[in-house]
């Protein structure tokens, strides 16, 4: 029978076709038309050559797959751009930290961060800034860069429809602005999912979604010392760092990493600096 040979290439000629049409970026617009494609070929042929139509399961599970990748990788641009690295010449790196400001640790970092002479991007979650508005000045002051990263950060955060994306971002913009009188215009979404709602409400509210080149992974089991290998590994030019400024651990790798960059000739900036895009309007 023909019917397995055709199949394989029918779905072929549709994915080959998405990657051509997008110069081989995978995007929600070109997965969907190859989806559509696909779904069309195998439909002409289950009329005309008798082919079953449980052949339809193939795109629709291959489909889906694409749609979760391109969710939970965002530097894959699948739903919308994404700054995660910066094409430079020069030994330069972005320091970025999550999930702040932290009464505890968030001072610490900034310390450290003063002793190198380095400057970093906070991207704040809004319900932490009240009773660590002194903090969250202490970064402003010192000249480093504040984000947006949602207001909640909740784990079904992912699943709000627009609205709820951006209420999130308004009034994560209110707490930051009334501390420091600045409207941020960096946004990194939680946990680094992007959805079509979310990248429209950053659209509309005019930010810029930032991702990251090097993932720390600072908040999981590792020791320090792996963390610190993790990242001085993969160091490179216009490279983007994601920490977390919540724990004793990433002091411990921040010190380490510094002296890396020190060592090696790399000068640290914020991400806004590296990207060379503005932090506020």
């Known amino acids: ?24 970026v995978m995007t929600l617009k070109s997965t969907r038309f190859s ?36 969710s939970v990788i965002i530097q894959s641009n699948f739903h919308g751009p994404a700054y995660c690295c910066a094409d430079v010449s020069e030994k330069l790196i972005a320091l970025s930290f999550d999930d702040g400001p932290n009464q505890e ?7 450290i961060l003063a002793h190198y002479h380095a400057a970093a991007t906070f991207f704040v979650i809004g319900k ?12 402003d002051a010192a000249g480093h860069s504040i984000g947006n990263h949602s207001y909640t950060h909740g784990f079904f955060v992912d699943f709000k429809n627009l609205p709820g994306f951006m209420d999130e ?3 994560t913009t ?17 946990y680094g999912v992007t959805t079509p709602s979310l990248v429209k409400a950053a659209k509309l509210l ?10 720390s992974l600072d908040t999981t089991g590792d020791t320090a010392q792996t963390i610190t290998q993790r990242v001085q590994k993969k160091i490179k030019p216009g490279a983007i760092i994601l920490f977390h400024d919540t724990s004793d651990k990433t002091i411990q790798v921040l010190t380490q990493t510094l002296n890396f960059a020190q060592e090696h000739g790399y000068k640290v900036v914020s991400v806004d600096r590296l990207l060379k895009i503005e932090a506020y309007e």
């Open 1 to 24: 029978m023909l019917e397995t040979p055709i199949l394989r290439y029918a779905l072929a000629v549709s994915f080959r076709l998405r990657l051509n049409l997008t110069n081989d």
């Open 35 to 70: 989806f559509i494609i696909a779904i069309s070929i195998i439909g002409l042929l289950s009329t005309f050559l008798e082919v079953s139509l449980w052949w339809l399961v193939l795109p629709c599970v291959v489909f889906q797959l694409f749609i979760i990748y391109g």
């Open 105 to 111: 640790y968030t001072p610490q970092v900034l310390s």
């Open 128 to 139: 932490n800034v009240p009773g660590n508005e002194g903090v969250l000045q202490q970064i």
């Open 169 to 171: 971002l308004n009034q």
């Open 174 to 190: 209110a707490a930051v602005f009334d501390i420091i009188g600045k409207r941020m215009k960096l946004f990194r979404p939680p």
């Open 206 to 215: 005019d930010y810029s979604i930032i991702g990251w080149t090097i993932r």
